[in-house]
């Protein structure tokens, strides 16, 4: 499966962002997806998870309360709703489909084999 992010840019503090995650491919929607973010300096970090049917959601305290992650399988379609956005969430995010049958640690990149090129989400106080 391929992925291509897209829908960063710039907001205050406070504000909103929709990313979204296009994919092509037939296991797609088989597929559990992820959301990551890498800011400059440091690793990329866990940000959600949602399983391949929409479900077993999961998200970092950091963005819990704030983004919810959802997805439309017959648009091959993923969404990151970013809300009440704090400059401490800039950074690169990354999109990315979870190893098929993979039933390890999902916050880990590792548990991902296929990755989008990135959106940035720039947060200004």
């Known amino acids: 499966v391929q992925l291509q992010a897209s829908g960063g840019g710039l907001v205050q503090a406070g504000g909103s962002l929709r990313l979204s995650c296009a994919a092509s491919?037939?296991?797609?929607?088989?597929?559990?997806m992820g959301w990551f973010r890498q800011a400059p300096g440091q690793d990329r970090e866990f940000v959600a998870r949602?399983?391949?049917?929409?479900?077993?959601?999961y998200y970092a305290d950091s963005v819990k309360g704030r983004f919810t992650f959802s997805r439309d399988n017959a648009k091959n379609m993923g969404y990151l709703q970013m809300n009440s956005l704090r400059p401490e969430d800039t950074a690169v995010y990354y999109c990315a489909a979870q190893i098929p049958r993979y039933s390890g640690t999902y916050t880990a990149p590792y548990a991902y084999g296929n990755w989008g090129q990135g959106t940035q989400v720039t947060v200004s106080s």
């Open positions: 491919g037939r296991t797609f929607s088989s597929q559990a």
């Open positions: 949602i399983g391949w049917s929409g479900g077993l959601t």
